[in-house]
């Protein structure tokens, strides 16, 4: 029996009405379902791993498991959170591999995670160098992606959520299997540490 | 203390973040290549694409097969055959005891002597006739004698103490149960089972069986039985089955049909006849030996001029 909320979803979010008809096998669907995440997911994961090549990677991981799992959706809640829930186990995924090579003693590639030293070095250098307002837009993305670097997995990924997908508490306590309280916790804590990071740029009065 | 997220005056994530909201503009929104969604289709038809078997994967199934017929076998083999050392330990009493043992059969071939209550032999040891056979079987009684106080099986006591008895044994006897614990492992398990049994028996140590006494002397007869025949006939008969045991001591020790006399197959008597049966003698019409020479014409050599000469 469909119910109201369902039908509600497959009304509104045309992802959940593809998502329907990849379910019942339209091939044709799925493709236009990648079409339309395929951008979404690779500048999430982007800015989440700081590494391009592993953000497509980590994108069509998602789409190999939307599809295997077609035959289990439901739409009783929207696709959106269904698909960040997904994208959340497989970066959940990639940090558990990480881990266990780490245990094992195999290098790995230096992640987009930066000493503070660092960090601060870079902004100070930027804001130095140069007037805040003359920071050109690619030093200010430099600086703002080390600093969301510099946040926890989880942090990083409250606030991804929240800005690239607008997100809201509760869709964010459903992707990533948390309660409303601790989704504001997380964003509490990661807005003091991206404050700390970014100080120089919000002191100089962005726009 | 207070909680600081419910000092958060924000209902929405990006009051939360605050002024930190706008910074995060300055991240630019990925376009993924054109070729993605090829290449992701590509992937997800690949994936969802059925592996052909790799050519080892066919010999997984039999290779399991034989390695658990193998694994099987191997406990089953380990179950079934016993330890030549163990069955020393265990059975010790048994193996010093094992030829009488072994002659006696099992508790059923004697309990089913004792019922048909065949006769003892008249006749002793072969090639000894009319010697009465003496009651005695001396290796029986040390047998009995030594069952008697003699544990069996796993709580027969430790290996090691087990061990310090067999050391104590001279050499020669050490061999003879070396032998005899072969021979014990050769047997099929009802066999060595029947063989322990017995022993238990003789040993007085089955409350619930049959009368140990009765057994004990149904033992001794058949021990005479054999004793009538030629010892290199003797391992034959030994081998024999019940049953055949049993025909075996039918056809020797029971009265000839229609004789009525007594008389046995080894040539024995049973006794005086019966009140009031007629006279032993030889068939009628037959001469009656008196001890005196025989009455008529004499039969013996012919007289000399009767002696016909050589052919010429």
Redesign the interface.
């Known amino acids: 029996m469909v119910t109201e909320s369902a039908m509600t979803n497959t009304l509104v979010d045309p992802s959940t009405a593809l998502m329907l008809r990849v379910r019942d096998g339209d091939a044709a669907a799925?493709?236009e379902l990648?079409?339309l995440w395929?951008?979404r997911l690779?500048?999430l994961f982007?800015?989440h791993t700081g590494d391009?090549s592993s953000?497509?990677d980590l994108?069509?991981e998602v789409?190999?498991r939307v599809?295997?799992a077609r035959a289990t959706y439901r739409p009783t809640a929207k696709f959106t959170t269904w698909i960040h829930t997904i994208a959340n186990n497989v970066s959940s995924d990639l940090r558990q591999r990480a881990y266990r090579r780490k245990e094992r003693g195999v290098p790995q590639n230096v992640s987009a995670s930066t000493s503070a030293l660092g960090l601060e070095h870079l902004a100070v250098a930027a804001s130095g160098l140069r007037p805040a307002r003359q920071a050109d837009?690619s030093e200010?993305?430099d600086v703002?992606?080390e600093a969301?670097a510099s946040l926890s997995d989880n942090q990083r990924m409250?606030?991804l959520l929240?800005?690239?997908e607008q997100?809201?508490?509760e869709e964010?306590a459903a992707a990533m299997g948390l309660t409303v309280?601790a989704v504001?916790?997380l964003?509490?804590r990661?807005?003091d540490q991206?404050?700390a990071k970014?100080e120089p740029?919000?002191r100089e009065g962005?726009? | 203390m207070s909680n600081p997220v419910h000092e958060l005056p924000a209902d929405t994530p990006a009051a939360a973040l605050g002024p930190t909201w706008d910074l995060l503009d300055s991240l630019p929104r990925s376009i993924a290549p054109p070729s993605m969604t090829s290449t992701t289709l590509e992937m997800v038809a690949a994936a969802a694409r059925p592996r052909p078997r790799s050519w080892w994967r066919g010999w997984l199934g039999p290779l399991a097969v034989v390695a658990s017929a193998f694994a099987v076998g191997m406990l089953a083999g380990r179950a079934t055959v016993t330890d030549p050392e163990k069955a020393v330990f265990e059975y010790l009493p048994v193996l010093e005891h094992y030829d009488v043992l072994k002659e006696a059969g099992s508790v059923e071939f004697l309990t089913e002597v004792a019922r048909r209550n065949y006769p003892p032999p008249r006749r002793f040891a072969y090639g000894r006739g009319g010697e009465a056979a003496p009651p005695v079987h001396a290796a029986l009684d040390a047998a009995v004698a030594t069952f008697a106080t003699a544990s069996f099986g796993p709580a027969a006591g430790s290996p090691a103490e087990r061990r310090t008895e067999l050391a104590d044994q001279p050499a020669e006897e050490r061999r003879k149960l070396s032998a005899a614990a072969v021979e014990f492992q050769r047997l099929s398990p009802v066999g060595r089972r029947d063989l322990v049994r017995l022993a238990r028996v003789f040993g007085g140590h089955d409350g619930a069986g049959p009368d140990r006494d009765e057994v004990l002397e149904a033992a001794r007869l058949w021990h005479q039985w054999l004793a009538t025949r030629d010892p290199a006939d003797r391992k034959g008969v030994i081998e024999l089955d019940t049953a055949e045991r049993l025909e075996w001591l039918d056809h020797y020790a029971l009265v000839r049909p229609g004789s009525g006399r007594g008389a046995y197959r080894d040539g024995g008597f049973r006794g005086l006849p019966p009140p009031g049966a007629p006279p032993e003698g030889p068939p009628p019409g037959w001469p009656r030996f008196n001890g005196r020479p025989p009455e008529g014409p004499h039969r013996g050599p012919p007289p000399p001029g009767e002696i016909p000469g050589p052919p010429r």
Do not use: G, M, N, W
Request: hydrophobic fraction near 45%; glycine fraction near 0%; proline fraction near 2%.
């Open positions: 799925f493709e990648v079409a395929q951008d690779v500048t982007r800015h391009h953000a497509e994108a069509q789409f190999l599809y295997r837009r200010l993305c703002v992606q969301i409250a606030v929240a800005k690239f997100c809201s508490y964010i309280p504001k916790s964003l509490f990661a807005r991206l404050r970014l740029y919000e962005t726009r």
